[in-house]
T-cell receptor, first 114, second 114 residues
């Protein structure tokens, strides 16, 4: 079974530029999560999808961040414009459902904003 | 406030030795507690998951304990190997079993030296 796939693995951009991350969850997983992880910290939830519906986006900075999950499978997380403080690892995870189901994480995208 | 605190922040041990990592949480209501291992440059991988009624669970050389009364958990690693060098993250799921939100600790960085 293929795991969660993310691309790109690394991205370096200048501040004020836009950037997008892509995530392909494990087949059959209805729930998809985007996390932000700063160096030396645990992941922080940005947004959770149940199929194509964003059910928890309370921690997503909506002035510059946006996400979509068209057709309830792949998802894209976008930042526009990027700021220096956005430098972090962006992790995508998926699970069969919310709550007690196991979450499987992708390798993450390491973003560096210069 | 729902929080998960881990100690120590970092730990260095010699190969073959045992070690114990600690996790204290203030999440309520409690659904389950998970331990994840995160290798450098990779996403977290689940080691164990325990519900309220479970007080110990093993996965190979990893043994997790849970005391729901004192809201404490530990992860014991036996006969450490170089490949155990990683960050270990304690994660508590709060809320109902269907919509539990994961609260991540900051992680303990373990380095196993030959």
């Amino acid at each position: 079974e293929a795991g969660v796939v993310q691309s790109p693995r690394y991205k370096i951009i200048e501040k004020k530029q836009p950037v997008a991350f892509w995530c392909n969850p494990i087949s059959g997983h209805n729930t998809l999560y985007w996390y932000l992880q700063n160096l030396g910290q645990g992941p922080e939830l940005l947004i959770r999808y149940e199929n194509e519906e964003a059910v928890d986006d309370s921690q997503l900075p909506k002035d510059r961040f946006s996400a979509e999950r068209l057709k309830g499978v792949d998802s894209t997380l976008k930042i526009q414009p990027a700021e220096l403080g956005d430098s972090a690892v962006y992790l995508c995870a998926s699970s069969r459902g919310a709550g007690r189901y196991e979450q499987y994480f992708g390798p993450g995208t390491r973003l560096t904003v210069t | 406030k729902n929080q998960v605190e881990q100690s120590p922040q970092s730990l260095i041990i010699l190969e073959g030795k045992n070690c114990t990592l600690q996790c204290n949480y203030t999440v309520s209501p409690f659904s389950n507690l998970r331990w994840y291992k995160q290798d450098t440059g990779r996403g977290p991988v689940s080691l164990t998951i325990m519900t309220f009624s479970e007080n110990t669970k093993s996965n190979g050389r990893y043994t997790a304990t849970l005391d729901a009364d004192t809201k404490q958990s530990s992860l014991h690693i036996t006969a450490s190997q170089l490949s155990d060098s990683a960050s270990y993250i304690c994660v508590v799921s709060g809320g109902s079993s269907n919509t539990g939100k994961l609260i991540f600790g900051q992680g303990t960085t373990l380095q196993v030296k030959p």
